[in-house]
């Protein structure tokens, strides 16, 4: 069964600290993309990539830094937290062009 | 800007009722619209999708009514049931940019027995 996983679940940090959040899916899958959820807004796209060592830049970046290290693995980065980056964070994977995105459960990320 | 809208945020219906959720959009080149339905804690998960040559798609009793040159969509939930109270989201992509999926704020559904 096709799946993405997100690690950790929950995560809390200080202002200034680094975070990395990680996403790993065993879908096969080219695309790979990292929302966030806030109240009121939806879900944002911050970045994403087309395959191992490509990224692309979503619509709300600043702040973020992303990775793509195989074709499995997404991460993202936050070296220097700030509480506006308080949110749900979600991973999602996609496969050929007309297929359709699989979300992981998501990591809520509270930085005080 | 926000280049999907949704309405209402949020909305009470009774169990047996008609939900009806709205969705707009701005780029004209969109041409893909799927619905996710999200429940507290889980990821958001599709549930209906229509392309734009198509004004209508049914799966159960979920129906997309799709009007191209309002740029307009709408989700109908027939038959509500308790278990259909989740957040939905309109999303909207074009066949360029990665297929990248823009989403509307959602619409929180309750659905009271």
């Known amino acids: 069964e096709a799946a993405v996983t997100q690690s950790p679940r929950n995560k809390v940090t200080v202002t200034g600290g680094n975070v990395t959040l990680s996403c790993r899916q065993t879908?096969?899958?080219?695309?790979m993309y990292w929302y966030r959820q806030d109240t009121g807004h939806g879900l944002r796209l911050i970045h994403y990539s087309y395959g191992a060592g490509n990224l692309q830049i979503g619509d709300v970046p600043d702040g973020y830094k992303a990775t793509r290290t195989t074709q499995e693995d997404f991460f993202l980065l936050l070296e220097l937290a700030s509480p506006s980056q308080t949110s749900l964070y979600f991973c999602?994977?996609?496969?050929?062009?007309?297929?359709?995105?699989?979300f992981g459960s998501g990591t809520r990320l509270l930085v005080i | 800007q926000q280049q999907v809208r949704q309405s209402p945020q949020s909305l009470t219906v009774w169990e047996g009722e008609t939900a009806i959720l709205n969705c707009s959009y701005e780029d004209s080149t969109f041409n893909y619209f799927p619905w996710y339905q999200q429940f507290p804690g889980e990821g958001p998960a599709l549930l209906i999708s229509i392309r734009s040559v198509s004004d209508k798609k049914e799966d159960g009793r979920f129906t997309i009514f799709f009007n191209k040159r309002e740029k307009k969509l709408s989700l109908h939930i027939t038959d509500s049931q308790p278990g259909d109270s989740a957040t939905y989201f309109c999303?909207?992509?074009?066949?360029?940019?990665?297929?990248?999926?823009?989403f509307g704020i959602g619409t929180r559904v309750l659905v009271r027995p």
């Open positions: 999602a994977s996609k496969g050929k062009a007309n297929s359709d995105y699989t």
């Open positions: 999303a909207a992509s074009a066949n360029s940019a990665g297929n990248k999926l823009t």
């Open positions: 879908n096969s899958h080219n695309y």
